[in-house]
């Protein structure tokens, strides 16, 4: 990942000085040769090197999003994983024909392989010799998590500049357990979790055996038994199932020698599951009056339908009127022909794949969920969303419709261009239409989530920006024109030696060659430094517009200049407003003006060589200061490229490094010029 701050990337250049970078083929680039673009008024990126034949270079990658690497983070995490195991694995990124490079990864090895499914673009195979591991936004219905147990998921976190792959264990009525790679092991099974080991455990924990007369078995202390007791209560309500919570009320019922506090808390969650029966039995009976319903209607598909949910919620302990609707709708289910039978296996495949696109149809509007305008950049994402909601038809809510209309809308419009200048710019600035004041975030002003924060500043905002330097270039194309119209400027008539030996600076150093003659072009040519025209005493005689620093207060570091958090020199805005005041002069100005009003009051006495009375200084109340403008940054006051030692700390193992010396001349270079 490249940088996007300016001096980030300078410290990226350095680390990596030598090496080329290139528009990978597994990432759907080109293949050509990058170069790193180090900008100041906007993010940092790669770019390609222009065509030798002057043409437009043409690259057909598309997505340049944080996550559209994952596949080659996947593999390289997986390979060095294997290699820890002794093993060598191959990989390969076609998944099947239609999908997009990079949705699914192959990984084989003599012992195993493994499918990683990280978008929805093909459906996992269950039963074909690969495991699948599947991505967050890849559905899974209830059916698969019943019968398979559990099932393998993955997500990569961004840490730094690097992603990092966590695996996740979904197991049906529990939540998503995730741990390091480094926590997985390869078993008989497959991919195993610490969370997978434990579902083993508990499935195939053998039963205990009976109590018997003539051998004495080790009962656990009650106060155990009964924590385990509340437990498998919770378990049983999760899975809805009513016989195991009427045996493990039973058995909470019959404990005792527990205390009073414990035996308090086992008869409310008895009471609870007493409650929670009541409303299982009333949905119970409402389940088989649909059945008689539809069975009297002759809808052999609702018939269908709610067989399998019978099967799965009410298969036991059914009752004589319970079991005779189900023979009914059983024996009238079974009285269909083929053709209406696979057209009501067509129905149910239909109904599957509208729960799926409604499922994928909250997914896109939680993506979407921090934007209010249709931009090239959510092209994708709206097109998934109104094909998804197209199919999921009346699965959605109305609330969900209703945010569905609106991207409808914004779709019919079609979209816009997103401006992109950086936020560091653009929140100096009040937004004109959400009204964000300044150093705010801009909000959204329509939907649902009307009024929360926006991912982005609006375009009018950022416009005002683009507006702005395109008004500076123009001016300062418009200077160029008028001074190349007037003509070579003409040669300044030369001082005298000691003239010119007053008036130079005292910092000025002697140079020679070409270099000399350089430094000597661009000095004349590059007008002096506001803080060179303000006497330093003067620097923070005012306060600050930009920052709101008090009279005698530093100037925040808001722009990043230096590495403390007051800035070493003020504000331009200030050092104007210093040169604007009107009880300012310049330095020389001010000792002449003194001297002529000397010279006035007390003419010299007669004999003696007149010489004006010096100027006394002025006393002023000691000011904080951060440095001198001709401060030179040294090794010791910079962060370390190399081994990331923070200023005043030294460099480990040994001595200073030689790139935290250049860094430290480099900053000052850049700082003063």
């Given at each position: 990942?490249?940088?996007?701050?300016?001096?980030?990337?300078?410290?990226?250049?350095?680390r990596?000085?030598?090496?080329?970078?290139?528009?990978?083929?597994?990432?759907?680039g080109?293949?050509?040769?990058?170069?790193?673009?180090?900008?100041?008024?906007?993010?940092?990126?790669?770019?390609h090197?222009?065509?030798?034949?002057?043409?437009?270079?043409?690259?057909?990658?598309?997505?340049?999003?944080?996550?559209?690497?994952?596949?080659?983070?996947?593999?390289?995490?997986?390979?060095?994983?294997?290699?820890?195991?002794?093993?060598?694995?191959?990989f390969?990124?076609?998944?099947?024909?239609?999908?997009?490079?990079?949705?699914?990864?192959?990984?084989?090895?003599p012992?195993?392989?493994?499918?990683?499914?990280?978008?929805?673009?093909?459906?996992?195979?269950?039963?074909?010799?690969?495991?699948?591991?599947?991505?967050?936004?890849v559905?899974?219905?209830?059916?698969?998590?019943?019968?398979?147990?559990?099932?393998?998921?993955?997500?990569?976190?961004?840490?730094?500049?690097?992603?990092?792959?966590?695996?996740?264990?979904?197991?049906?009525?529990?939540?998503i357990?995730?741990?390091?790679?480094?926590?997985?092991?390869?078993?008989?099974r497959?991919?195993?979790?610490?969370?997978?080991?434990?579902?083993?455990?508990?499935?195939t924990?053998?039963?205990?055996?009976?109590?018997?007369?003539?051998?004495?078995?080790?009962?656990?202390?009650?106060?155990?038994?009964?924590?385990?007791?509340?437990?498998?209560?919770?378990?049983?309500?999760?899975?809805?199932?009513?016989?195991?919570?009427?045996?493990?009320?039973?058995?909470?019922?019959?404990?005792?020698?527990?205390?009073?506090?414990?035996q308090?808390?086992?008869?409310?969650?008895?009471?609870?599951?007493?409650?929670?029966?009541?409303?299982?039995?009333?949905?119970?009976?409402?389940?088989?009056?649909?059945?008689?319903?539809?069975?009297?209607?002759?809808?052999?598909?609702?018939?269908?339908?709610?067989?399998?949910?019978?099967?799965?919620?009410?298969?036991?302990d059914?009752?004589?009127?319970?079991?005779?609707?189900?023979?009914?709708?059983?024996?009238?289910?079974?009285?269909?022909?083929?053709?209406?039978?696979?057209?009501?296996?067509?129905?149910?495949?239909?109904?599957?794949?509208?729960?799926?696109?409604?499922?994928?149809?909250?997914?896109?509007?939680?993506?979407?969920?921090?934007?209010?305008?249709?931009?090239?950049?959510?092209?994708?994402?709206?097109?998934e969303?109104?094909q998804?909601?197209?199919?999921?038809?009346?699965?959605?809510?109305?609330?969900?419709?209703?945010?569905?209309?609106?991207?409808?809308?914004?779709?019919?419009?079609?979209?816009?261009?997103?401006?992109?200048?950086?936020?560091?710019?653009?929140?100096?600035?009040?937004?004109?239409?959400?009204?964000?004041?300044?150093g705010?975030?801009?909000?959204?002003?329509?939907?649902?989530?009307?009024?929360?924060?926006?991912?982005g500043?609006?375009?009018?905002?950022?416009?005002?920006?683009?507006?702005?330097?395109?008004?500076?270039?123009?001016?300062?194309?418009?200077?160029?024109?008028?001074?190349?119209?007037?003509?070579?400027p003409?040669?300044?008539?030369?001082?005298?030696?000691?003239?010119?030996?007053?008036?130079r600076?005292?910092?000025?150093?002697?140079?020679?060659?070409?270099?000399?003659?350089?430094?000597?072009?661009?000095?004349?040519?590059?007008?002096?430094?506001?803080?060179?025209?303000?006497?330093?005493?003067?620097?923070?005689?005012?306060?600050?517009?930009?920052?709101?620093?008090?009279?005698?207060?530093?100037?925040?570091?808001?722009?990043?200049?230096?590495?403390?958090?007051?800035?070493?020199?003020?504000?331009?805005?200030?050092?104007?407003?210093?040169?604007?005041?009107?009880?300012h002069?310049?330095?020389?100005?001010?000792?002449?003006?003194?001297?002529?009003?000397?010279?006035?009051?007390?003419?010299?006495?007669?004999?003696?060589?007149?010489?004006?009375?010096?100027?006394?200084?002025?006393?002023?109340?000691?000011?904080?200061?951060?440095?001198?403008?001709?401060?030179?940054?040294?090794?010791?006051?910079?962060?370390?490229?190399?081994?990331?030692?923070?200023?005043?700390?030294?460099?480990?193992?040994?001595?200073?490094?030689?790139?935290?010396?250049k860094?430290?001349?480099?900053?000052?270079?850049?700082?003063?010029?």
């Amino acid at each position: 990942m490249l940088p996007m701050e300016a001096i980030e990337l300078d410290v990226f250049r350095h680390r990596y000085e030598g090496e080329t970078f290139w528009c990978g083929t597994l990432l759907g680039g080109c293949g050509g040769r990058l170069t790193t673009k180090l900008y100041t008024d906007r993010a940092c990126h790669f770019a390609h090197h222009p065509d030798p034949g002057g043409l437009p270079h043409v690259c057909g990658r598309r997505s340049r999003g944080v996550n559209s690497a994952d596949h080659l983070y996947v593999r390289s995490a997986a390979a060095a994983w294997l290699a820890d195991r002794g093993e060598e694995a191959s990989f390969e990124y076609t998944g099947s024909a239609g999908a997009p490079l990079g949705s699914v990864i192959d990984i084989r090895w003599p012992r195993g392989a493994l499918r990683v499914h990280l978008d929805q673009a093909v459906a996992p195979v269950w039963d074909d010799g690969r495991e699948p591991v599947l991505g967050l936004g890849v559905p899974v219905d209830r059916d698969t998590l019943i019968r398979r147990w559990y099932v393998h998921r993955i997500r990569l976190d961004s840490v730094g500049t690097a992603r990092h792959v966590r695996i996740g264990t979904e197991a049906f009525a529990r939540p998503i357990e995730w741990f390091a790679l480094d926590e997985c092991e390869m078993t008989e099974r497959g991919l195993s979790t610490p969370a997978i080991e434990k579902i083993f455990q508990a499935r195939t924990a053998p039963q205990p055996s009976l109590w018997s007369p003539g051998k004495a078995r080790k009962v656990p202390e009650p106060e155990a038994r009964a924590q385990a007791l509340l437990r498998r209560l919770v378990y049983a309500r999760r899975i809805e199932s009513v016989p195991l919570v009427k045996q493990v009320c039973t058995d909470i019922e019959n404990l005792t020698g527990v205390g009073k506090e414990l035996q308090e808390q086992l008869e409310a969650a008895v009471r609870h599951a007493r409650i929670w029966r009541v409303e299982q039995d009333e949905a119970r009976r409402k389940l088989f009056a649909k059945l008689n319903r539809a069975v009297e209607e002759r809808k052999p598909g609702r018939v269908c339908r709610l067989l399998v949910r019978v099967n799965a919620t009410a298969a036991e302990d059914r009752t004589d009127a319970e079991l005779a609707v189900y023979e009914r709708a059983s024996t009238y289910f079974e009285s269909l022909d083929d053709r209406t039978r696979d057209a009501v296996k067509a129905e149910a495949d239909t109904e599957k794949e509208a729960r799926k696109a409604a499922g994928r149809v909250r997914t896109a509007l939680q993506r979407l969920r921090g934007y209010d305008a249709y931009t090239f950049d959510l092209r994708p994402q709206v097109e998934e969303l109104l094909q998804s909601a197209a199919l999921a038809g009346d699965l959605l809510t109305r609330g969900e419709a209703r945010r569905v209309e609106v991207w409808k809308k914004r779709a019919a419009r079609g979209p816009q261009a997103q401006l992109h200048v950086a936020r560091r710019y653009w929140i100096q600035r009040s937004c004109p239409r959400c009204h964000a004041e300044q150093g705010t975030d801009c909000v959204l002003i329509e939907g649902p989530h009307s009024g929360k924060s926006r991912k982005g500043g609006h375009n009018e905002r950022l416009q005002l920006i683009v507006d702005e330097r395109k008004a500076a270039r123009q001016r300062k194309k418009a200077g160029q024109e008028v001074e190349a119209s007037a003509g070579p400027p003409r040669p300044a008539p030369e001082a005298p030696e000691h003239a010119a030996s007053a008036t130079r600076p005292l910092l000025e150093r002697p140079q020679s060659g070409r270099k000399g003659q350089a430094h000597a072009t661009r000095m004349n040519a590059v007008a002096p430094r506001l803080h060179h025209q303000v006497p330093r005493g003067d620097w923070y005689r005012l306060g600050c517009p930009r920052c709101h620093a008090g009279p005698g207060k530093l100037c925040e570091n808001d722009d990043r200049v230096g590495p403390n958090a007051k800035r070493q020199l003020p504000h331009d805005e200030r050092l104007r407003r210093v040169l604007q005041s009107d009880d300012h002069s310049a330095p020389g100005e001010q000792q002449q003006g003194t001297r002529d009003k000397h010279q006035r009051q007390a003419p010299p006495p007669a004999g003696a060589k007149a010489q004006p009375p010096r100027q006394r200084r002025r006393e002023r109340e000691p000011q904080e200061t951060a440095g001198s403008a001709t401060r030179t940054w040294h090794a010791k006051d910079v962060t370390c490229p190399k081994c990331q030692a923070r200023p005043n700390s030294p460099c480990t193992p040994h001595g200073p490094h030689q790139e935290r010396v250049k860094w430290a001349k480099e900053f000052t270079r850049k700082l003063w010029g």
